[in-house]
């Protein structure tokens, strides 16, 4: 079952990324991009990470997106348009040459897949490995530094003279 | 043919692949921080696939994601104030117009 999800998943997600790179409207790439991150949540439930598709919901759905879109009203370039600059073709080289690469090497290399099967309510385990003995309690106190100091950031680059 | 782990890493290749381009590519710095974006989802949605099928039990890749969430989000904020910062000063957000740090 979750194999066709996926399918179906993976070719929204593709397409919504197409979008947001070609469409000419700026703000109907910002929509495309909010679908992309929903059909993103959608991949983590296939792969059995409930906490984290309901993270990618709150968080990118629900706050970067509408940063995004903040800004692009803010800067009032809609009527530009969404076009592209010199390095059309090198980035499209680049971008192929990259994906070839990636996908040669993902293709070719001998995993090794567990065959335990994964832990099905994650909240309680994602937790105790953050905040648990042992855990990523320091890295959790950086993150914290981390959101401080951008919040903090962000308002004196904002603020009117 | 049932859906391993290659797939989903050729799907975030795709993706990686995809904003990497629109990064290079476009020239409006908005767009150019929506394609970071998704560049940062495809690099979350490798680590949860590494998680669920090379160690399901840790959850290691899982917790990685979600700092990656985070510095995403304060990137994503410090990044539209630049912009806009840059946009009140030179009425334009053309990333090919900014050569104001360049030697």
């Given at each position: 079952m979750f194999d066709i999800v996926f399918w179906i998943l993976a070719a929204v997600a593709v397409a919504a990324a197409l979008a947001v790179v070609l469409l000419r409207g700026v703000f109907r790439a910002a929509l495309c991009l909010v679908f992309l991150f929903f059909t993103i949540a959608g991949v983590y439930v296939t792969l059995h990470a409930d906490f984290l598709a309901v993270v990618q919901v709150l968080v990118?759905?629900?706050a970067i997106s509408i940063l995004i879109i903040v800004g692009i009203m803010l800067t009032r370039?809609?009527?530009?348009?969404?076009p592209s600059g010199k390095l059309r073709i090198p980035a499209l080289v680049v971008g192929l040459l990259l994906l070839g690469t990636l996908v040669f090497a993902a293709v070719n290399t001998k995993w090794r897949i567990s065959d335990t099967p994964p832990q099905e309510p994650t909240t309680a385990a994602i937790g105790a490995s953050l905040f648990?003995?042992?855990?990523?309690i320091l890295p959790v106190e950086i993150a914290a530094v981390l959101l401080l100091a951008a919040v903090l950031g962000a308002i004196v680059l904002i603020r009117e003279k | 043919m049932t859906v391993g782990l290659e797939h989903y890493l050729i799907l975030s290749a795709v993706l990686f692949s995809i904003g990497l381009y629109g990064v290079l590519a476009k020239r409006n710095a908005v767009v150019i921080l929506m394609c970071i974006e998704i560049m940062l989802n495809a690099v979350n949605i490798a680590l949860v696939a590494f998680s669920r099928y090379v160690v399901p039990t840790l959850l290691t890749g899982q917790v990685f994601a979600i700092f990656v969430i985070v510095v995403a989000a304060a990137e994503a904020a410090v990044g539209i104030a630049i912009i806009i910062a840059i946009y009140r000063n030179r009425e334009s957000i053309d990333v090919d117009k900014f050569d104001l740090m360049k030697w």
């Open positions: 990118y759905v629900g370039e809609v009527w530009r348009g969404n648990g003995e042992g855990g990523f | -």
